[in-house]
């Protein structure tokens, strides 16, 4: 088995395996239509995400606040301003930190606190 075998568990880019040589191995139509498929799904889920919104909307704010139903439209309007006011959808704010890096300066900040009280309530007492 030759290096470039053990990189890839066995198998060799050459050979066509994986993604790559999946979409090698098709033809130009079958790419067109792959992708004009891809173009219609995403559309519909688009489409379904907007009816979704506009669903939970008149289903829950009318009854509970007494605000108006909305409109298809109107429903990806409320989505692109928050999207403008909160940030990504499903992904938080704007900040570059990420939750990985945050949660270690919190762990960071909790083990300096703890070993500074440690300190403080071993040794002497400075008054």
Known sequence: ??????????????????????????????????????????????????????ALWNWLMPEIFGLKTLTYWQAWGVLALSCILFGKIGGGGSSGKSDRKRKRELRGYMREAQSESRQSSTGSPTA
Request: aromatic share 12%.
């Open 1 to 54: 088995m030759s290096d470039q075998e053990k990189a890839f568990g066995g198998r060799s880019e050459e050979h066509g395996d994986g993604f790559d040589g999946w979409w090698e191995d098709r033809s130009i139509p079958e790419k067109v239509v792959l992708v004009i498929g891809f173009a219609i799904l995403g559309i519909g889920l688009l489409f379904l995400f907007g009816l979704v919104v506009m």
